[in-house]
C-alpha cells in the first residue's frame, strides 16, 4: 500500500511540474511576442534635416540623421528648379539594418569563447589573435571592438564594423562599436539567417579566454552589461543620391542614403536652404507638408495653469537654467493632444523628459511633450491636430503632474527650442 501511495504521489509532483513548465513556456511565448512586436515598432522611418546654401546654380547641402552629419552633398540647380546632389563618403557612415520582425529575443545575448575558434588558417582565427585583439575583461576586442558572431543577413566579411545599440533598463540608450568575429551557420539560424533557431539570439559576444569554465557567471554579467538590442548599423562609407525641385521659396527632396529612400520638405530663403523628412521604406509616405502659420492647438484642454513659463529660472533639479518650454499643470492621466499635424519622430523615454514624444511639422519645425504617464503614439505614425498622443504625468525629473510643451525649430528635433508663445495662445 505505502509503494502504492508514494507511487501517486510521485506521478501528481509530476504533473504538477509539467503543467508548470507547460504555463511558464505560454508565457515565454507571449513574452517573445511582445518583445518581437516592440522591436518591429522602433524599426521605423528616421528623421533626417538638410540645410545648404544656393549660390547661382549651385549647391551645397549637409545632411544629418541619428547623430550622423554628412557634408559636401553638391549639385547644380535646372532652369525649371529641377536639382540633383550627391556625395560619396568612407570612414564612419553608419547604414541601419533590418531587426527581425519576428521569432528572435531581443533581450537576448548568447556568447562563446574566442578559444573555441581553433582552425588557425581560418579568417576567424586570424582576427581574434590578430596584434590589436586582447581581452578586456569578459570580452575580446579587436582594435576596441567587441568581438560578436552575427547571421550571414548582416555580413560575411570577418573584420566588418558594426555599431550595436542595446535599450537599457532605466531606459537609456547604450551604443557599443562592434566587429565580425564569427559567424551563425547558416543551418543554425532563420530562414534570413538573422537569428539563431535554437536560443533565438542575433547577437553573440565572443568572450575572453577561461570565460568557458563558468558558463553561468558569463551569461549574467552579458545580461547585466546590456539590454534589449534596439538597432544594427554597419559603419563603413556612406552614399547620398538627391533630387528635388525649388518652387519659389518651397523645396521638395527625394533622393536615397545607401540605398534607403528619403523624402523631405522645406523652405528656401536669401540662399539658405532647410528642409526635414524621413529616410527609410516607409518615408515616401512619412511627408508632413510644410507649416504655413498659425496658432498651435493648447495641449491640454480645460487646464489653463502655467506652473513655470518659458524662459531663466531655478530648477530643483538642475539649478540656474533657461527653461526651454512651458510646463501646463493638469491632472494625472488627462489626454496631452497635438498641437498640430505632424510625423511621431520619438516616442520613448528621454532622459530628464520622461515619457517623452517629439512631433515634426515640417519645415524644421518640432514639439515637445515632456513628463508622460503613458505614451499613446508610435516613432512613424502620422497624428492630426487635436488626437491623443499621451497622458500626462511626472515622470523624469519632475515635481508633480503637468505636460511640458517645447517648440523647436532649425530643423533639429533635439535642439533650437525657442518661445511657444510665437505659436501658442492661451485659452480663455
Known amino acids: 500500500m505505502k509503494r502504492w501511495i508514494l507511487a501517486g504521489v510521485l506521478g501528481l509532483g509530476l504533473c504538477a511540474a509539467f503543467f508548470g513548465m507547460l504555463i511558464l513556456s505560454v508565457c515565454s511565448a507571449i513574452l517573445s511576442a511582445t518583445e518581437s512586436s516592440d522591436a518591429a515598432s522602433m524599426d521605423a522611418p528616421i528623421p533626417c534635416t538638410i540645410t545648404g546654401t544656393r549660390t547661382g546654380d549651385d549647391l551645397k547641402l549637409t545632411l544629418k540623421y541619428d547623430g550622423m552629419k554628412i557634408t559636401g552633398i553638391t549639385g547644380t540647380i535646372g532652369g525649371d528648379g529641377s536639382f540633383s546632389a550627391s556625395t560619396k563618403t568612407s570612414g564612419e557612415g553608419k547604414t541601419k539594418m533590418e531587426l527581425p520582425s519576428s521569432g528572435a529575443d531581443l533581450d537576448v545575448q548568447t556568447f562563446m569563447c574566442y578559444t573555441a575558434v581553433t582552425a588557425e588558417g581560418s579568417a576567424q582565427y586570424k582576427l581574434l589573435n590578430s596584434s590589436g585583439a586582447k581581452d578586456v575583461g569578459i570580452y ?21 564594423c558594426y555599431l550595436l545599440e542595446f535599450r537599457q533598463p532605466d531606459g537609456s540608450t547604450k551604443r557599443i562599436p562592434a566587429i565580425l568575429g564569427d559567424q551563425k551557420a547558416d543551418q543554425h539560424t532563420d530562414a534570413k539567417h538573422q537569428y539563431h533557431t535554437v536560443d533565438k539570439s542575433v547577437v553573440e559576444f565572443i568572450t575572453a579566454a577561461g570565460t568557458y569554465k563558468n558558463i553561468s557567471a558569463t551569461q549574467k554579467q552579458i545580461n547585466k552589461d546590456f539590454g534589449v538590442l534596439t538597432a544594427i548599423y554597419r559603419v563603413g562609407g556612406t552614399e547620398v543620391e538627391l533630387n528635388g525641385t525649388i518652387d519659389g521659396k518651397q523645396v521638395r527632396v527625394g533622393g536615397s542614403v545607401d540605398g534607403s529612400p528619403l523624402t523631405a520638405s522645406g523652405t528656401i530663403q536669401n540662399g539658405k536652404l532647410q528642409a526635414s523628412g524621413f529616410i527609410g521604406e516607409e518615408s515616401a509616405e512619412s511627408e508632413n ?22 524662459g531663466p529660472r531655478i530648477c530643483p533639479f538642475h539649478g540656474r537654467e533657461v527653461h526651454s518650454g512651458v510646463d501646463l499643470a493638469a491632472p494625472y492621466g488627462v489626454s496631452v493632444l497635438a498641437a498640430a499635424d505632424g510625423k511621431v519622430v520619438l516616442s520613448g523615454w528621454n532622459g530628464s523628459y520622461g515619457n517623452c514624444v517629439i512631433l515634426s511639422h515640417g519645415s524644421g519645425l518640432f514639439t515637445l511633450y515632456g513628463h508622460n504617464s503613458s505614451l499613446q503614439v508610435k516613432v512613424g505614425d502620422t497624428v492630426k491636430r487635436g488626437d491623443v498622443i499621451a497622458l500626462v504625468g511626472s515622470t523624469g525629473a519632475s515635481t508633480g503632474n503637468h505636460s511640458h510643451f517645447e517648440v523647436r525649430e532649425g530643423g533639429n528635433e533635439h535642439g533650437n527650442a525657442v518661445s511657444p508663445w510665437n505659436y501658442l495662445k492661451k485659452p480663455n
Do not use: H
Not at 140 to 160: D, I, P, Q
Open 289 to 310: 507638408g510644410i507649416y504655413t502659420g498659425g496658432k498651435f492647438l493648447w495641449p491640454v484642454p480645460q487646464y489653463s495653469y502655467i506652473s513655470c513659463d518659458f
Open 140 to 160: 575580446r576586442k579587436v582594435n576596441g571592438r567587441y568581438a560578436v558572431a552575427l547571421g550571414s543577413f548582416y555580413g560575411s566579411e570577418m573584420g566588418t
